[in-house]
């Protein structure tokens, strides 16, 4: 994981709307840097196919931007997890170069598959002509009470950090219990909390978000020295609200 993708994360914001963003673009330059930077990510699960197309058309997005971002990835297990820890890291070299972005779930494109990949989500891009229009103070973003979320009262410096991920909807559906020797992750889907987001589509975008939020748990334990190793978990309960997702054990 690039430690510089840290910084980012204070800097970073979702442009709903590419407005009163200046005159500048793009360059092609930039656009073949962005892909070969995506094929250099370290990702959560190796052994997953993954490939990106950057496209002006084509998408139902609509909200000034320059370009769509789409991703696509192989359908395995922990592929959307997967998708999304290397898209966050996208996200976060996309804001180090004054690109704006917005994780654009709602969006549909015409290009369904790329070389046997299915299409998974986009980001929206535009060149922003100021860093003035990023995130000012991250801490007035919201967010629930770190209370809600994490238990125990190990690593609340990098929870107070981390808890700053982008999800869907901003439902945030992530709970942790911390250990001293230990992260535990669970992916939480609380009945009723899921703002515009479809019911059959909750569980899709919850698992995408969990990979958000472990590219940033990930860069806190990087950014303080602390040394881990994860494992990942697969079989869940459908029919629970809480499912264990991650476990860090720290070294």
Known sequence: MNNNLYDMIFKRKSFHLFRNIGSECITQEELKEIEETF?????????????????????????????????????????????????????????????????????????????????????AIAKIDSEDKFRKDMYKSKRKELSEIWSGDYYLDIANIARYAPSACNIQPWLIESFENEIRVHRYRKPGKRGIMPVDMVEYYNQIDIGIFLCFLELCLVRNNISFKRELYTKEDADSEKNLTAVYRIR
């Not at 699960?45 to 002006?56: A, D, M, Q, S, T």
């Not at 909200?63 to 898209?87: A, F, P």
């Open 39 to 123: 094929n250099n990510f370290e990702p959560l699960v190796k052994g997953i196919k993954v490939g990106i197309r950057i496209v002006k058309d084509s998408t139902t997005c609509k909200r000034g931007q320059e370009y769509c971002i789409l991703l696509y990835s192989e359908l395995k297990d922990n592929y959307l997890q997967n998708i999304e820890y290397l898209g966050e890291q996208l996200d976060l070299y996309l804001v180090s170069k004054n690109i704006g972005t917005l994780w654009f779930g709602i969006g549909k494109t015409d290009e369904k598959q790329i070389d046997n990949l299915d299409f998974v989500i986009m980001i």
